[in-house]
């Protein structure tokens, strides 16, 4: 079995006290900031319309404004805020976001039981406490009940393999 | 007696074989995936939501409410054994639940959960019933500008008391009210915000949304806890049942419970959550009891349960009869009613009674159903727990994958999910919760009607809204929700600061 890197096993690893960021625990405000101006730059673009008959871009430039307001205050209140919640556990972000972008990759071209199983399998990839085989097993039993559940009893209108070669 | 027939035409409508087996359906998918650790009754919704497309909206809609109630339940079986709460509401039942299992009197515990949510069930029901077609009635002559002012009340109250803080709540609402807009606006027929992607012209999907933030997002934020937990909780069935002492003192905090728990389960903002912790609170305060909290007693499980179901079920008053829903699985119940275009609302008492009514009937049945599927049949769900998270979270992914992609056969719809995920989990990151952005995004459409619809009556003077009287007191309840809320919020942070000061000794 190949052994995986070291740093693997933060999944699973205690999360440590949340750390305080100074003006770094502003960035969600600022994010939301961004969102609000493309909200807004949008809804004046589609035009507010007059008040008897508001336009299509009046209900998402005010609410746009709203959330500027709200964005600014929630960054002057960070400034001296708790810090973030929890510690990050990048390893689990990165293996379930590409889980989901191997599934959306590979479901038309392949067929719905590949996809699945390379699914578990990159989910499952930084977890060190299942072996390779235990992994591959469980995408086998996973990909083949998905098959029968979603494609025999529910008639779902996807191709279990695609011939791809 | 108005209330007792059409009560009985409603338990016509349940009975029919095909209600009745996916009211059926609906509960043991919803206890399944509710005493799994990690997913939330949201995520349970959400992922049965598209299977229920194929349906006639009265069974769908049976089926979409006894996942909610079953996984409300189930949350409750993995608190007690494992203490990990399957939902949040269950983390108050896991206080004495936990401590009652680590006395080796888990099946007591269980027994006593089993109890009282049926109590509260019902109560709650018993509520819906009466209350309903009242309220509906009031609701009939709510003009565009009270509904505007009832959404802007369950928006703020829903978001001002959220965890993460008054502020990010009401960003978080405004988040989800924008992301609405995404697609064709349904009265100029105009595109807004596509980006030029033809997939984006009829809007997020709301099961995108839902899958994402309570799916993805809280999958992710999950792992690291879920993968530790063990049930090392063995449960003894032969001591299921409670001791005569305890039996007596069953009944007392279930009623305590499910009357705290009806009036906040109905409030819009509040939830179950909320329900449970004043429901425990109090009964701390009131029950014989009351010394020995804390170390595992029953009616310390009893109340909390109670009040959890209850508000489970008075829930759905304003969600069908304002069509304003308190919680965020209420939303969901909301956007599933209106892809079968019916809008929730006053008038669905009166144009769907055998919906509405077949929908409450549906409550007892299925909380009928949840007794006999966890007193006898406890051992099946025990067993589940003990199936190791490391097999458990690559499946629950491959299963948001295709709930998503069944939608529209469409991978374009799993990219649209992992972005909204981890979008969600960064926004977790600093302390915003999801719940609310659901919200926003589910009424956001509806409130931009109604705001057009009132400026159009007003001949666009906005002070139409401080001119009704029923609006305006819902603007002066919102106003004052908000200042308690902003208040709340600063004192909270003063106090944390305070206490991190004095243990640094700073």
Known sequence: ?165 | MDILASFGQGLLVVLEPQNLMYCFIGVFLGTFIGVLPGIGSMAAIAMILPLTFYLDPTPAIIMIAAVFYGAEYGGSTAAILMNVPGTPAASITAIEGHALAKKGRAGVALFSTATASFGGGVFGMIVIAFLSPSLAKLALSFGPADYFAVILLGLVAASAVSNGGALKGIAMVVTGLMLGTIGIDLTTGDLRFTMGIPELRDGVHIVIVAMGLFGVTELIASIRTNLKGKSDVEVDFDDLYPSKEEWKSLPAPILRGSAIGSFFGALPGTGQTIAAAIAYAVEKRVSPWRKRFGTGVVPGVAVPEAANNAATQTAFIPTLTLGVPGSPPMAIVIGALMIYGITPGPRLLTEQPDMFWGLVASFLVGNIMLLVLNVPLIGMWVRLLKIPYKYMYPTIIVLICMGVYSLNNNVFDIWLTLVIGAAGYIMRLFRFEPAPLLLGFVLGPIMEEQLRRTMLLSRGDPMVFLERPISATLIAITVGILIFGLYSTQRKRRQTRAAQQNSTGR
């Open chain 1, 1 to 165: 079995m190949t052994k995986l890197p070291d740093h693997s096993t933060e999944l699973g690893a205690e999360p440590a006290e949340a750390t305080s960021l100074g003006w770094g625990s502003a960035i969600g405000g600022l994010l939301l900031l961004v969102l609000s101006i493309i909200f807004m730059a949008g809804g004046w673009r589609l035009g507010l319309g007059v008040p008897t008959r508001l336009g299509t871009g009046a209900f998402p430039f005010f609410a746009g404004g709203i959330l500027a307001v709200l964005a600014c205050a929630i960054c002057i209140d960070e400034r001296r805020g708790d810090g973030i919640a929890d510690t990050p556990d990048w390893i689990a972000f990165l293996a379930i976001s590409a889980a989901l972008a191997v599934f959306a990759l590979t479901a038309d071209q392949v067929g719905l039981v590949p996809a699945a199983f390379l699914t578990v399998i990159i989910a499952s990839l930084p977890d060190t406490s299942l072996s390779l085989l235990g992994k591959a097993i469980l995408g086998v039993v996973v990909s083949v009940a998905c098959w029968i559940l979603f494609i025999e009893l529910l008639n779902l209108p996807v191709k279990p393999f695609v011939r791809f070669w």
